[in-house]
Nanobody
Framework: QVQLVESGGGLAQAGGSLRLSCAASGGTFSNYVMGWFRQAPGKEREFVAA???????YYADSMKGRFTISRENLKNTMYLQMNSLKPEDTAVYYC????????????????????WGQGTQVTVSS
């Protein structure tokens, strides 16, 4: 059983930056595909980015060029660097772990992930 804990959320101004962290425990971190999702009030949870066991990265189109996902396997930690933040980035951000890699398309879906963190709130003011 993998436990995931997000941190680093908070309040930022439009155009600003935040760095989220996801600390994992209870499993071999390097064996998991890791992902970030977000959920705004009244909306479905949506894919943000993912990183494979080998470090290959995937991004939702609206995050490309602004967000960077990374992982440090020795620290059992994944990160999401968010730059050029916009008010529409306001959401609860969740990290997730998947025991296997499926396909580029399926890995963008919530069903591909087996473990979830509790989420961290990101609020971007205009």
């Amino acid at each position: 059983q993998v436990q995931l804990v997000e941190s680093g959320g908070g309040l930022a101004q439009a155009g600003g930056s935040l760095r989220l962290s996801c600390a994992a425990s209870g499993g071999t971190f390097s064996n998991y595909v890791m992902g970030w999702f977000r959920q705004a009030p009244g909306k479905e949870r949506e894919f943000v980015a993912a990183i494979s066991m080998s470090g290959r990265t995937y991004y939702a189109d609206s995050m490309k060029g602004r967000f960077t996902i990374s992982r440090e396997n020795l620290k059992n930690t994944m990160y999401l660097q968010m730059n050029s933040l916009k008010p529409e980035d306001t959401a609860v951000y969740y990290c997730a772990a998947s025991r296997r890699y499926y396909s580029d398309t399926y890995q963008h879906t919530v069903n591909a992930y087996d473990y979830w963190g509790q989420g961290t709130q990101v609020t971007v003011s205009s």
